[in-house]
């Protein structure tokens, strides 16, 4: 197994390990178990990569903050909101990053060994439809948390979200292929 696919499950485990917990046992344990993963997951991204990415970081911090809240108030709904924040950061640093002129896909491509080029307006399109998608599904993300059972909180933490962006993928493809060739940039 490569490492980026170990990473993604060792992402799901923190939920995972909550969701099952608080099947079988109080509260208090589930949360508890859940945090505990979390910070397993940060030290195995430590001793692997050597590093840890900032999204990890910025998600170990949000869980951390929200364990703690769910702890406090005996209340699990803290704690499924994790993806909510995540999703809203995410996507609002998109626009803000929009705002501010500047291009995350663009700083990308400088680190690329081969020189890739994609032009200036395709890549603050496609940061733009992704603000939204991130932003949207922070949105549902929290909708799902108040509203459905953390077997559905589970499924859209998880598996859901690769099946969304999947989507999401697929029409920004088309999209794309249809503006490039409408500005005729192919």
């Not at 499950?9 to 993963?37: K, T």
């Not at 929200?66 to 406090?72: K, P, T, Y």
């Amino acid at each position: 197994m490569n490492k980026s696919k170990g990473f993604i499950l060792l992402s799901f485990l923190p939920a995972i390990v909550f969701w099952w917990l608080e099947e079988n046992y109080p509260l208090r344990i589930a949360l508890a178990a859940g945090l505990g993963m979390a910070v397993i997951e940060v030290i195995v991204e430590r001793l692997m990569l050597g590093h840890v990415h900032k999204i990890s970081k910025f998600n170990f911090i949000i869980l951390m903050f929200l364990g703690a809240m769910s702890l406090l108030g005996d209340e699990g709904i803290w704690f499924k909101l994790q993806p909510c924040f995540t999703g809203v950061g995410v996507g609002s640093f998109l626009f803000y990053q929009r705002y501010k002129g500047q291009s995350i896909i663009a700083d990308m491509q400088k680190e690329f060994p081969q020189k890739v080029s994609i032009p200036a307006k395709l890549t603050k399109r496609i940061e733009f439809h992704m603000g939204i998608f991130m932003f949207s599904y922070g949105l549902f993300m929290a909708g799902v948390a108040v509203k459905a059972s953390t077997d559905y909180w589970l499924f859209f933490r998880t598996a859901g979200f690769y099946i969304c962006s999947a989507i999401f993928l697929g029409v920004e493809v088309v999209y794309m292929r249809r503006w490039v060739r409408h500005n005729g940039l192919d």
